[in-house]
C-alpha cells in the first residue's frame, strides 16, 4: 500500500493506494495531480 498526501490549498486530502497503481502512475514528491473523490461515506469529526 501506498499513502497519498495531496495538499489543496489550505487542506491536505490523503488517500491510500495500492504500491503498484502508485508505481504505475510514476508519482514522485512534488507531481501535480488531480483529484476525484468518489464516496458513499464520510466521517465527521468534531476538532
Known amino acids: 500500500m501506498a499513502r497519498i498526501v495531496v495538499k489543496v ?3 491536505m486530502v490523503e488517500s491510500v493506494i495500492t504500491r503498484a ?3 504505475e ?6 507531481d501535480a495531480v488531480r ?3 468518489k ?3 464520510a466521517m465527521i ?3
Open 9 to 11: 490549498g489550505e487542506l
Open 21 to 23: 497503481s502508485a508505481e
Open 25 to 30: 502512475l510514476g508519482l514522485k514528491k512534488g
Open 35 to 37: 483529484i476525484v473523490i
Open 39 to 41: 464516496s458513499t461515506e
Open 45 to 47: 469529526e468534531k476538532g
